[in-house]
Nanobody, 124 residues
C-alpha cells in the first residue's frame, strides 16, 4: 500500500511558478514509477508528467514540455512538480499517482494509487 498526499497548490498569476510536492508513505516508494495528472472542471483527467523509480526515464505531456519539471527524492519519499510560465489553461486539480510498472506511463490505468489532489489556479 502507498498513501499519497499532495501539497503546494494555490493561486498564481499567469507567467508565475509553483512547486507541487507529493509525500508518499510506505517503504517501497523507491520502487514505484510516479506520475502527475490534472483534471479541469468538466474535463477528463489528463497526464502531465511521470518519472521512473530511478529517475532515469521521464515523460511529459506536450502541453507542459519546457515549462514543467518532474523530480523525485527517494530518501524523502517525495516527488515534485516544478511548474513555470504558468498559463490560465493550467488551472486544474493536480493529482500524483504511483504505478508498479517500470515505465513512465501516460495512462491513468497504469497507476494503482492516487492522492486526493491539490488545486492550482492560474489567473490571467
Amino acid at each position: 500500500q502507498v498513501q499519497l498526499v499532495e501539497s503546494g497548490g494555490g493561486l498564481v498569476q499567469a507567467g508565475g511558478s509553483l512547486r507541487l510536492s507529493c509525500a508518499a508513505s510506505g517503504r517501497t516508494f523507491s520502487t514505484y514509477t510516479m506520475g502527475w495528472f490534472r483534471q479541469a472542471p468538466g474535463k477528463e483527467r489528463e497526464f502531465v508528467a511521470a518519472i521512473l523509480w530511478s529517475g532515469g526515464s521521464i515523460n511529459y505531456a506536450d502541453s507542459v514540455k519546457g515549462r514543467f519539471t518532474i523530480s523525485r527524492d527517494n530518501a524523502k519519499n517525495t516527488v515534485y512538480l516544478q511548474m513555470s510560465s504558468l498559463k490560465p489553461e493550467d488551472t486544474a486539480v493536480y493529482y500524483c499517482a504511483a504505478s508498479p510498472y517500470g515505465r513512465p506511463s501516460e495512462y491513468t490505468r497504469a497507476y494503482a494509487y492516487w492522492g486526493q489532489g491539490t488545486q492550482v489556479t492560474v489567473s490571467s
